[in-house]
T-cell receptor, first 113, second 111 residues
Framework: NAGVMQNPRHLVRRRGQEARLRCSPM?????VYWYRQLPEEGLKFMVY????????ESGMPKERFSAEFPKEGPSILRIQQVVRGDSAAYFC???????????FGSGTRLTVV | SQKIEQNSEALNIQEGKTATLTCNYT??????LQWYRQDPGRGPVFLLL?????KEKRKERLKVTFDTTLKQSLFHITASQPADSATYLC??????????FGSGTRLQVQP
């Protein structure tokens, strides 16, 4: 079992470009979560998804950010027109049940230049 | 307002001693609480889950307590080793349907 796979590990984008972050959950896990972490800060919840459904997006900025978890393929976190403040580590996690421990990926480190 | 508080100052202890980390929360009534370990540049790793009707949970050298009256969880590592040095995060079920994490406490175990 390969665990939660995130790619790319590092992503550099110029201001105004789009960033696409991918997450493949563990096999058998139907719950996917995205968190953002700034240096020396805690994990901030962004969005919780199940297959083809957004369950809770209350942590996601209203503009420029979107997430999906299609029937086939990985979950995608999309950031349009990136700004320097979007630079952070973005972690994806999955779980078999909502009340289970989460398995996290290694994260995608986004740098906006 | 709702808060999860972990000691932001690093905890330094000698190898072999017991490390005790604290997680306090206000204005939540979590059904369960979890502890994670995070190493620099890596994703958090799940350690233990304790439910509101459980007072204590153990796993090898780890022990977690959960006091819903005090709104506090204590995380203990006995016989600590330098390899236990990391940041430890507590996380609550806060009714948002996904975990809310504290900002973590960094533990440094000196050989």
């Amino acid at each position: 079992n390969a665990g939660v796979m995130q790619n790319p590990r590092h992503l550099v984008r110029r201001r105004g470009q789009e960033a696409r972050l991918r997450c493949s959950p563990m096999k058998g896990h139907s719950h996917v979560y995205w968190y953002r972490q700034l240096p020396e800060e805690g994990l901030k919840f962004m969005v919780y998804l199940q297959k083809e459904n957004i369950i809770d997006e209350s942590g996601m900025p209203k503009e420029r950010f979107s997430a999906e978890f299609p029937k086939e393929g990985p979950s995608i976190l999309r950031i349009q027109q990136v700004v320097r403040g979007d630079s952070a580590a973005y972690f994806c996690a999955s779980s078999p049940e909502r009340s289970s421990g989460y398995t996290f990926g290694s994260g995608t480190r986004l740098t906006v230049v | 307002s709702q808060k999860i508080e972990q000691n932001s100052e690093a905890l330094n202890i000698q190898e072999g001693k017991t490390a005790t980390l604290t997680c306090n929360y206000t204005n939540y009534s979590p059904a369960y609480l979890q502890w994670y370990r995070q190493d620099p540049g890596r994703g958090p790793v799940f350690l233990l889950l304790i439910r509101e009707n459980e007072k204590e949970k153990r796993k090898e050298r780890l022990k977690v307590t959960f006091d819903t009256t005090l709104k506090q969880s204590l995380f203990h590592i006995t016989a600590s080793q330098p390899a236990d040095s990391a940041t430890y995060l507590c996380a609550l079920d806060t009714g948002r349907r996904a975990l809310t994490f504290g900002s973590g406490t960094r533990l440094q175990v000196q050989p």
